[in-house]
């Protein structure tokens, strides 16, 4: 077991599969000499040279291309874009055909290319730099979209990821990535993808989230159990495909259900596990299914960051008006 943060967690990753799988390669703007934007990949290209680890230009469309068309002749390449709001110009590449290739081909091709981008807010960046395109990654049909939150769960999902035979989107929360340390087993196991984990036990009411928003769910949990309130932690950790029974048994063990997202309230992914609860948990809940979000508006800078991100405030009030409004 060793003590890493996030970003040495994904780089240890990445280190492992590199090693493993002569097909596994490294590809994204300034990974190789300078190791990345957040150095996620310090110190490969020294150790597996220049043909696996590629300084790409500043051309993310032509990236995730070239990208695709390693992966459907057989290689694993592993794409990093610098931040997720940088994605849009790879959008057309990943709707159109990495997340179609398996289906085109009816079976022949298949894509199995990783996407990692550094997601969120949480670090004092401009606003490309702090976004959360989750859901609109999401409604891609084709594609598997994971989001890690803690190093030991960085470290297996990632293997995972990159030993699917589809693509994944591996969006990694900045504000994590040095956040704090966590023992890592670097044992190259990997990690279920398509699974909730449930992160702590309760009877009450279900705190459901994903990525950076776990940690303030946890702290909300802790201190609304000073009030006697148990709130069952779910982590999301894989969006799509969604594991959807791990949320429905938990809602219907404690009645209640808040969800918590970073990313802008309407068309979120957070309406989509409502809407779930609502055509299959109905008749278990004690009262609304609540969201706590961030606001419909472009990511605030540095001074108003902190009032946008959900807060531990805002959580615990939302679990306190769903335990009200079933007293």
Sequence with gaps: MTELTLVEAVNRALAHELERDDAVLLLGEDIGVNGGVFRATLGLQQRFGCERVIDAPLAEAAIAGAAIGMAAMGLKPIVEIQFSGFLYPAMDQLINHASRLRHRTRGRLSCPMVLRAPNGAGIHAPEHHSESPEAMLAHVPGLRVVIP???SRAYGLLLAAIRDPDPVVFLEPTRLYRLFKQ?????GEALPLDTCFISREGRDATLVAWGGMLHEALAAADRLAEEGIDCEVIDVATLKPLDGE?????????GRCVIVQEAARTAGFGAEIAALLAERALYFLLAPVKRVTGYDVVIPLARLENQYLPSV?????????TMEASS
């Design 313 to 321: 405030d805002r959580i615990a009030a939302a679990v306190r008006e």
């Design 246 to 254: 791990t949320i429905l048994r938990s809602v219907e063990k404690t």
């Design 183 to 187: 023992e890592v087993a670097e044992d």
């Design 149 to 151: 939150s803690s190093p």
